[in-house]
């Protein structure tokens, strides 16, 4: 029996129709927290990439454009994960989402 365990990585890479800052995003802002929270308090929920001093990674600014944002967790097994993005408060927080379609492209896998 094969006794060692694994971790899934999740990446996230969005394009926000605007900088976090902006008016319009002040209700994606505001739910950072608790999604967060959410994750954290899941068994299976394992780490997730913050900003040095803060709660979240928003700060991170790993391209040229401040409306990109990225995240960055760990879960363990795959169905946390799953259940997690789809079944949980984050399903409504991506599906109404400020971020902008693909442009003529599928999403990046990673």
Do not use: C
């Not at 997730?48 to 967790?73: H, N």
């Amino acid at each position: 029996m094969n006794t060692e365990r694994y971790h899934l990585a999740q990446v996230n890479i969005a394009t926000l129709r605007a900088p976090l800052d902006a008016p319009e995003m002040a209700d994606f802002v505001a739910q950072i927290r608790s999604i967060n929270a959410i994750a954290d308090a899941d068994p299976g929920f394992v780490w997730r990439l913050r900003s040095e001093g803060a709660d979240d990674a928003t700060s991170i600014r790993a391209f040229e454009d401040e409306r990109i944002l990225l995240t960055l967790t760990v879960w363990e097994p795959l169905e946390a994960l799953s259940n997690y993005v789809y079944r949980s408060a984050h399903a409504g927080v991506m599906r109404d989402a400020p971020e902008e379609p693909p442009k003529g492209r599928s999403p990046p896998l990673v």
